[in-house]
Each structure stands twice: as C-alpha cells, then as structure tokens.
Nanobody, 124 residues
Framework: QVQLVESGGGLVQAGGSLRLSCAASGRTFSTYAMGWFRQGPGKEREFVAAISWSGDSRNYADSVKGRFTISRGNAKNTVYLQMNSLKPEDTAVYYC?????????????????WGQGTQVTVSS
C-alpha cells in the first residue's frame, strides 16, 4: 500500500514558477513509477509528466515540454514537479500517482495509487 500527499500548490502570476512535491509512504517507493496528472475545471484528468522507478526515463505531455521537470528523491520518498513559465491554461488540480513497474506510464488507468491533489492557479 502506498499513500501519497501532494503539496506546493498555490496562486502565481503568468510566467512564474512553482514546485510541487509528492511525499510517499511505504518502504518500496523506490520500485514505483510515478506520475503527475492534472484536472482543470470541467475537464478530464490529463497526463502531465511521468518518471521511471530509477529516474532514468521521463515523459512529458507536449503542452508542458520545456517548461516542467519531473524528478524524484528516492532517499526522501518524494517526487517533484518543477513548473516554470506558467500559463493560465496550467490552472488545475494537480495529482500525484504511483504504480509498481519498470516503465514510464502515461495513462490515468495505469496507476493504482493517487494523492488528494493540490490546486494550482495561474493568473493572467
């Protein structure tokens, strides 16, 4: 069982930056692939970024490539999402997700564990 708790969301102006953190419980965190997803008002949950258990492989949605960076600190059981050059269309609730496996996963249905989400609001 893995429990995930996100933090770091907030209100920021367009062009600004935020760093989201996701703290995971469980002794096998280092063997879990991790992902970040987001859900805007009236929209379906969508993929943002994912990282393999080793940290060697990453994948990003086209909409955030070059602006967002996913990383993980296995010693701290934490995964991060550094978000730069934020845009109003990045406004959403951001969710951290986890699953066992050696690959990088980009679909909502591929993840077994979810956090409660953290709100990110970007003003124009």
């Amino acid at each position: 069982q893995v429990q995930l708790v996100e933090s770091g969301g907030g209100l920021v102006q367009a062009g600004g930056s935020l760093r989201l953190s996701c703290a995971a419980s469980g002794r096998t965190f280092s063997t879990y692939a991790m992902g970040w997803f987001r859900q805007g008002p009236g929209k379906e949950r969508e993929f943002v970024a994912a990282i393999s258990w080793s940290g060697d492989s990453r994948n990003y949605a086209d909409s955030v490539k070059g602006r967002f960076t996913i990383s993980r600190g296995n010693a701290k059981n934490t995964v991060y999402l550094q978000m730069n050059s934020l845009k109003p269309e990045d406004t959403a609730v951001y969710y951290c997700a986890a699953r066992a496996g050696s690959s990088v996963y980009v679909r909502v249905t591929e993840y077994d564990y979810w956090g409660q989400g953290t709100q990110v609001t970007v003003s124009s």
